[in-house]
């Protein structure tokens, strides 16, 4: 079974516009982590939130935990058409396995 | 510096046959992961290897097995493969015990069962 929920599943949005997804979590997590995947390829590690922060920004990227309501959101700011992916969220629960999310599909229209 | 490497990139395989998908970790880590990855879906654990010993499994059944050799490689073989095993293969690497919980991830085996 999978830990998180990514909302919407869907997203297009203007180039030049911001672009924010959330995910949902059901159990304590140690941290969760934001991963991009272009095209069925191979996932890259976008931010790592662990369980004690709050907000983290990388680049384009802010990440904001909330482990009252168990969500995260990620924002990307000024998206450009290489923003276009799938986004997953993972959590690392307390006995260490990863569990994904079944991702958020991001279209950046030109 | 070497990401994290997988072969062959892609297979075709009928019902029935078996598997084996490869996977070298980035430099530096000692422990790999695999996930299963079906269309249109997020990825799921399969199991992790750590000093060549099964160290965490997810929820799949004993025809999906794996291999971890000295040097942190590792194989992940699939016995009397099912339609439903046609997936992408991720395979990632982190380091055990180094403070980082981040996973690298190679660019994945696609896996077709006729």
């Known amino acids: 079974s999978q830990q998180g929920e990514e909302d919407p599943q869907a997203l297009s949005i203007q180039e030049g516009e911001n672009a924010t997804m959330n995910c949902s979590y059901k159990?304590?997590?140690?941290?969760l982590q934001w991963y991009r995947q272009n095209s069925g390829r191979g996932l890259v590690h976008l931010i790592l939130?662990?369980?004690?922060?709050r907000e983290k920004h990388s680049g384009r990227l802010r990440v904001t935990l909330d482990t009252s309501k168990k969500s995260s959101s990620l924002l990307i700011t000024a998206s450009r058409a290489a923003d276009t992916a799938s986004y997953f969220c993972?959590?690392?629960?307390?006995?260490?396995?990863?569990?994904f999310g079944k991702g958020t599909r991001l279209h950046i229209l030109p | 510096d070497a990401g994290v490497t997988q072969s062959p990139t892609h297979l075709i395989k009928t019902r029935g046959q078996q598997v084996t998908l490869r996977c070298s970790p980035k430099?530096?880590?000692?422990?790999v992961s695999w996930y299963q990855q079906a269309l249109g879906q997020g990825p799921q654990f399969i199991f992790q290897?750590?000093?060549?010993?099964?160290?965490q499994r997810g929820n799949f059944p004993d025809r999906f097995s794996g291999h971890q050799f000295p040097n942190y490689s590792s194989e992940l073989n699939v016995n009397a493969l099912l339609l439903g095993d046609s997936a992408l293969y991720l395979c990632?690497?982190?380091?055990?015990?180094?403070?980082?919980?981040?996973?690298?991830f190679g660019p994945g085996t696609r896996l077709t069962v006729l």
């Open positions: 993972a959590t690392d629960r307390r006995d260490d396995k990863i569990i």
């Open positions: 159990t304590s997590i140690n941290n």
């Open positions: 290897y750590y000093e060549e010993e099964e160290r």
């Open positions: 990632a690497s982190s380091r055990t015990g180094q403070g980082s919980d981040t996973q690298y």
């Open positions: 430099s530096g880590h000692d422990t």
């Open positions: 939130i662990r369980s004690n922060e």
